[in-house]
């Protein structure tokens, strides 16, 4: 497991179907490398820090956490020495008590660069985008050698404006999605107002009221919703048909809080969930599509007030439709942009009014489904 385990910091970016020229062994040809990267590895989360090339070298830091805990850190260069280069590394247990000996480091040497790929012994790194890579790993077990590839997200600076900022508490238990909220993280939570008018004309307390709470597990983003609406309308039965005039939920959501346009791309997600649970977005083929398999609702009915309890599955912007893809793990600081919406129909055509979470400038407030930039954030905290 420890020989598995020091060959895992081996950063790579998916491969190009093309041939790139060979170039110098300098670490200015490796500067992509730099900044802040974080990814997946042996049932937990990674974070790997690497600085800019400075003095010949270029550090990075390296932490697995499993279960809330550390498992052990590492401490790699790659440094230039003898017109080569070579990456080294050490570990060290949750405790910092070194696996190596005091002299002792873990060495892979250059084998060669090109434009989006650095190859050492062992190890590579192939540049896919400014903002991921993959790590592609040679693993020996049992005299037997298999290529491993792990998958990296790096932190861009964020140019997104920092506005609405709640703060999300995890949730300790396991939140049944059944619309009773009956769990302590709900009734430590508190209610955040759903009374931003983005479309139609100005409504009464007695026509809409609405607020919501959020929590958080590893898994999923949890919402629960208080909705009092009048009037109830479901006239579209083809969930793919208008689905935005009849009364429902959305749910806005963009997993690294980065805005930007989303419209037809994943960059972004503007879900609507309807009265009987189907969740619809616009597809990459700029048509509706159903997206149920990333959110899990339920709701309760009493009186004029619908309560919904809502289980979402974040995904980043590498989502690709009709191709398996896998969730966003959730981790204590991370930042979401994140807006609530609500459709409200009182028997028309079209609805009536579009209720917002938070405040949007300009005339033009029905911007959410297009435009990540109006959302505001959600800091997860423990």
Not at 23 to 45: C, D, S, V, Y
Not at 161 to 178: F, G, W
Request: charged residues 25%; aromatic residues 10%.
């Amino acid at each position: 497991m420890k020989h598995l385990l020091f060959l895992l910091i081996a950063f790579t970016l998916p491969s190009k179907a093309q041939t790139s020229k060979v170039l110098e062994p300098k670490l200015e040809n490796i500067a992509w490398i730099a900044g802040t990267w974080h990814g997946e590895a042996f049932g937990g989360i990674t974070e790997e820090i690497w600085s800019e090339p400075s003095g010949g070298s270029m550090m990075a830091t390296f932490i697995l956490i499993n279960d809330g805990k550390v498992t052990f850190y590492e401490i790699e260069v790659i440094r230039e020495v003898e017109n080569s280069l070579i990456f080294q590394l050490k570990h060290f247990g949750p405790d910092l008590k070194g696996w190596e000996t005091k002299d002792e480091t873990v060495d892979f040497p250059l084998i060669e660069i090109t434009e989006n790929k650095v190859v050492f012994e062992g190890m590579s790194f192939e540049k896919n985008s400014d903002n991921e890579m993959n790590v592609y790993v040679d693993i020996e077990d049992n005299g037997k050698t298999e290529t491993v590839k792990f998958n990296y997200k790096k932190n861009l600076k964020n140019s997104k404006p920092l506005k609405q900022l709640i703060k999300v508490k995890h949730a300790k238990e396991t939140i049944n999605i059944d619309g009773i909220a009956n769990e302590t993280i709900w009734k430590n939570s508190e209610w955040h107002q759903l009374d931003q008018l983005w479309l139609g004309e100005a409504y009464t307390a007695d026509d809409f009221k609405g607020r919501y709470k959020l929590s958080w597990t590893k898994d999923a983003l949890y919402l629960l919703a208080e909705i009092q609406d009048d009037i109830i309308v479901d006239t579209h039965k083809d969930p793919l048909v208008a689905w935005w005039d009849d009364d429902c939920l959305e749910v806005f959501i963009d997993e690294d809080n980065s805005g930007g346009e989303h419209q037809f791309n994943h960059n972004a997600f503007a879900y609507h969930i309807a009265l009987n649970g189907n969740v619809v977005d616009m597809s990459t083929k700029r048509e509706g599509k159903l997206y149920n398999s990333h959110i899990e609702s339920k709701r309760n009915v009493t009186g004029n007030t619908t309560l919904w309890e809502v289980k979402i599955k974040l995904f980043n912007d590498t989502y690709k439709d009709d191709m398996d893809n896998l969730p966003t793990t959730l981790q204590a600081n991370k930042n979401i942009g994140f807006a609530l919406a609500y459709c409200d129909n009182d028997s028309s055509l079209e609805r009536e009014n579009f209720i917002g979470s938070i405040p949007v400038e300009g005339e033009d407030k029905n911007r959410g489904w297009i435009d990540a930039n109006i959302f505001g954030t959600l800091q997860l905290i423990d």
